[in-house]
């Protein structure tokens, strides 16, 4: 686990509620339902730190979380940002522009923002949409680590498929890294390697 305390710090609907740009970041973004709350909990070894729902679009803000620190009022080691999903069929047109503002904003402006985690459902691999959001890292000069989730619903031959698919689509993105991560939250696969990811990615 991640050494010291994680504590769920805000919520912010607007950049303008976000927490003062002193401490790294790692943002995780994905569609609506793909699992990134329950990976940012399988991460930190906590059961529902970070809301999960089965009800798609229910993050909406980005919601802050410190990792580390805090001791004698020490400053956090990192920070980790559950961003809203995107992609859900039935979201209004007024939620999806606002989506898209914040989010690119973020993306674009946040100078301690280190790396993204852009999870993609292993039962169907990236779709246009994901492809979208890669586009919109790469423009935003963001680099980020493509992350298959739900690895355990899946049999191993399908996901080979669906790995080497991820991979072409992430060979195509100047913000991709080459390898991608495979995990399950439920099943803790995939987990302590990307938690080592992260950290890495913290510090650098
Ligand atoms: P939004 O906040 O709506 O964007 O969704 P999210 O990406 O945060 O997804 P969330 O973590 O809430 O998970 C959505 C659903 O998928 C929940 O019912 C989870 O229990 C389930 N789920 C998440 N990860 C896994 C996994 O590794 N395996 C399985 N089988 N189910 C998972
Ligand atoms: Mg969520």
């Known amino acids: 686990l991640f050494s010291g305390p994680v504590t769920f710090v805000l919520s912010a609907p607007e950049l303008k509620f976000l927490p003062d740009p002193t401490v790294p970041e790692i943002a995780f973004a994905g569609r609506s339902n793909v699992g990134k709350s329950s990976l940012l909990n399988a991460l930190t070894g906590r059961k529902s730190i ?20 805090g001791e004698d009022g020490s400053p956090p080691e990192f920070r980790l940002v559950d961003m809203p999903g995107y992609g859900f069929a039935k979201a209004p047109p007024a939620v999806v522009k606002k989506w898209r503002h914040l989010v690119n904003d973020y993306l674009r ?27 919109m890292m790469d423009i935003a000069g963001i680099s980020y680590c493509v992350v298959l989730t739900k690895a355990d619903k899946i049999k191993a031959s399908e996901l080979a498929r669906i790995v080497a698919m991820t991979e072409a689509e992430a060979r195509k993105h100047a913000g991709a890294f080459p390898e991608i991560a495979i995990t399950s939250s439920e099943k803790g696969m995939g987990i302590d390697e990307l938690r080592g990811f992260v950290l890495k990615s913290a510090e650098g």
């Open 50 to 69: 970070a809301r999960t729902s089965v009800t798609p679009g229910r993050t909406q803000e980005l919601n802050y979380f410190d990792v580390g620190g």
């Open 109 to 135: 402006g946040r100078q301690v923002l280190k790396r993204c985690l852009l999870l993609i459902d292993a039962r169907h691999g990236p779709k246009p949409v994901d492809a979208e959001m890669m586009e």
